[in-house]
């Protein structure tokens, strides 16, 4: 059977990765990798999907992988950056991301981070009306040049995935527009405040359809158009869409791409493209998960009850939520030969377990794959997102490499050290040693 294109790629990086010693069965049993051609191709295609007739600015999701020389090509590619902590915004900061191309959103926003956001100028999304009144009380002292919104809930429901769902009933994101007195009080707090420009939603991301992510929009929408009548002027300008598009984890399709969203958007908010709105999205998901894996090396293997079983070194401290949710956040894994060759034979149902020291730690159970021996390698695939973001410390394993990879002019593979490898020392440092 022939490989897919995305797999032929995969297969060149690790390979390349292994002659360069990036991994080794002695000294690097881990690593990750995030493919930077694909990374460029994903940006295009989001970049080309909307209209010229706009003005967007695609704000990455810095909390999807959040590695300092990424953010800085994606800069380089032409996204701003969206943050949720004070972490994030100097990240976004060190990657050289100006103020006016980061956005600050966060349901804690404290005062100071919420006093320095101002001051930078970067934009902020007011999560509730206390944090708006606390917004308010810092703009009587001081002047600022930040676009400023409020992020409401439109409340159209939950995806099939209730922990990513963000707009049902009850979520604790943003005001939730259909309860009781918020309309009023929102539209209120608008013509009370005229820096009040802006307005934010998200309603979800993996798990979650189009058209449930486009109803959303399109209540956000019509409420911006209700302020303006309300008030009398066009005082909200821009309308923060969020970002949500979903990804298959199932094979390297990357359906559904951000053409079809914006199918989508269009017939649900056509007023979002007569050019009276600055638009921003904060996708993060969607356009690194297909661009990065984790190739880890098979240290043993055995059987208990008949299963076979192969003990890697990627485990929940690299894919905490496939752990631990293993439904909602499934990941392909390939088997690879020492030295990176995808392996091939008849397929055996294993589990793909990692090191930690707790019985759930399986990458992928009764996963079919050729045989595993020890020496061999798998990679876990779609990780360019929340992975490495994402540490789990526990049993205290350092944090691997992460290396970027791209095809120079004369068809090599090179790579860039996006994160070195946590060392001993670190450790220690990190727990008090």
Known sequence: MTSSPAAQRRERILTAAIRQRLLDPDDALLAGFVDLDGVADSVAALQQAFPESVSVLHAFAAKANPLV???AELRGLGMGCEVASAGELAQALA???TPEQIVFDSPAKTRAELLHALELGAAVNADNFQELSRIDDILAARSSDSRI???INPQVGAGSI?????????????IALEDDGNEERLLRA????????????HV???GCPLDLIAQGIAKTVAFAEKVNAHVGRRQIVGIDIGGGLPVDFASDDTAPGFDLYLE???AHAPALFTGEYRIVTEFGHSLLSKNGFIAAYVEYTKTAGHLPIAITHAGAQVAARTVFQPDSWPLRVTAHRPTGETKTGPLVPQDIAGPLCFAGDIIARAHPLPALVPGDLVAVLDTGAYSFSAPYHFNTLPEPAIYGA?????GNIQFELLRSAQTVDQLLTRSGG
Do not use: I, N
Not at 162 to 174: D, P
Not at 190 to 201: D, K, N, S
Not at 406 to 410: A, I, K, S
């Open 162 to 174: 209730a922990h990513s769902s963000t707009a049902t009933a009850t979520s604790k994101f943003g």
């Open 406 to 410: 791209r095809t120079d002019v004369d």
């Open 264 to 266: 989508r958007l269009h």
């Open 149 to 151: 919104g409020v992020r």
């Open 95 to 97: 990657a050289g991301f």
């Open 190 to 201: 608008y013509q009370e405040h005229p820096w009040l420009t802006w307005v934010h939603a």
């Open 204 to 206: 979800g991301s993996q």
């Open 69 to 71: 020389p990424l953010l």
